[in-house]
């Protein structure tokens, strides 16, 4: 069965700091890669997703995820932090399972921005 | 554009009931995927509907059962309650089959099963 290993529960940064939330998966068959946020008292909303083509993709407010097939990962990125990004980020995992892509859901990485 | 629409948010049911859950897609979209959401084990995809037919199905126990209309709109169902069964319940919504399509999820009905 496929898993999605999402390696940190909580990221504490500082405002305008770095950060990445990584995301590795188990599957090495066809995937398609996808990072959803959730913003308190939301749902859950699309960040950015990997189809095919380019490897690094990006979103509108900043943050790019690269997928790595060799090391099956698709960690997310954003070079500078705001206190409006907290957030819960979750990965997710589209991969062919009996003929069907079947979702898989990382348990999620909480981002903490303070001030 | 109206968003994803769940209802009811909030059910309390008792174990052995069962319970009815409803979805209502954004307009024109097809396919409809539903997720039980815990603490303990996370986002698990339960099934996906699409042109009122089941695409794909998680691994969940018979107990859990869909079926979508002719209008999109989704229903859940949960038979026999267990108390493993409490969870937020969501929805999501996308144009055509979710493997690729972003998908636009609902708030979630939260269910207590005592």
């Known amino acids: 069965a496929q898993s999605v290993t999402q390696l940190d529960s909580q990221v504490p940064v500082f405002e305008e700091a770095p950060v990445e939330l990584r995301c590795n998966y188990s599957s090495s068959v066809s995937v398609y890669l996808f990072w959803y946020v959730q913003y308190p008292n939301q749902g859950l909303q699309l960040l950015l997703k990997?189809?095919?083509?380019?490897?690094l993709v990006k979103s509108i407010n900043g943050f790019e995820a690269e997928f790595n097939k060799s090391q099956t990962s698709f960690h997310l990125r954003k070079p500078s932090v705001h206190i409006s990004d907290t957030a819960e980020y979750f990965c997710a995992v589209s991969a062919l399972s009996g003929g069907s892509y079947i979702p898989t859901f990382g348990r999620g990485t909480s981002l903490i921005v303070h001030p | 554009k109206a968003g994803v629409t769940q209802t009811p948010r909030y059910l309390i049911k008792t174990r052995g009931q069962q319970v009815t859950l409803s979805c209502s897609p954004i307009s024109g979209h097809r396919s409809v995927s539903w997720y039980q959401q815990t603490p303990g084990q996370g986002l698990q995809f339960l099934f996906e509907y699409f042109s009122e037919t089941q695409r794909n199905k998680g691994n969940f126990p018979g107990r859990f059962s869909g079926r979508q209309f002719s209008n999109s709109r989704s229903e859940m169902n949960v038979s026999t309650l267990e108390l493993g069964d409490s969870a937020l319940y969501l929805c999501?919504?996308?144009?055509?089959?979710?493997?690729?399509?972003?998908?636009?999820f609902g708030p979630g009905t939260r269910l207590l099963v005592l």
């Open positions: 999501a919504s996308s144009l055509d089959l979710a493997a690729q399509e972003t998908q636009y």
């Open positions: 990997y189809l095919s083509g380019s490897t």
